[in-house]
């Protein structure tokens, strides 16, 4: 499985914007995709996770009510619609992808990672 994160860039306080992640190859075995992030000097964090089906969708409650996780499966396509972003939420963003077993919520349960894109909001 290969994903391609994008959509990165510099936004200031309250500003927005959509991450994409684009997937290929043996998808077959897919059952959700997540959203992580990573901040200098910390460890890589939960954001967001959809499942293939109902779709299903889990957030870490920092970012609920502001960041919304959809999926494209004509397209192959992972979103992250970010609205009201914060300085704290600087970060690389990773996406990936997880089969059945394992948390949502633990980086280690996803196989599959794509190449992050860096978030930056300023004050």
């Known amino acids: 499985v290969q994903l391609q994160a994008s959509g990165g860039g510099l936004v200031q306080a309250g500003g927005s914007l959509r991450l994409s992640c684009a997937v290929s190859g043996r998808t077959l075995s897919i059952s959700s995709f997540g959203w992580f992030r990573q901040a200098p000097g910390k460890e890589r964090e939960f954001v967001a996770a959809?499942?293939?089906?109902?779709?299903?969708?889990y957030y870490v409650d920092s970012v609920k009510g502001r960041f919304t996780i959809s999926g494209n499966n004509a397209k192959n396509t992972v979103y992250l619609q970010m609205n009201s972003l914060k300085p704290e939420d600087t970060a690389v963003y990773y996406c990936a992808s997880k089969v059945p077993d394992g948390s949502y919520f633990r980086a280690p349960t996803y196989p599959d990672w794509g190449q992050g894109t860096q978030v930056t909001v300023s004050s």
């Open positions: 959809i499942t293939r089906a109902p779709g299903r969708t």
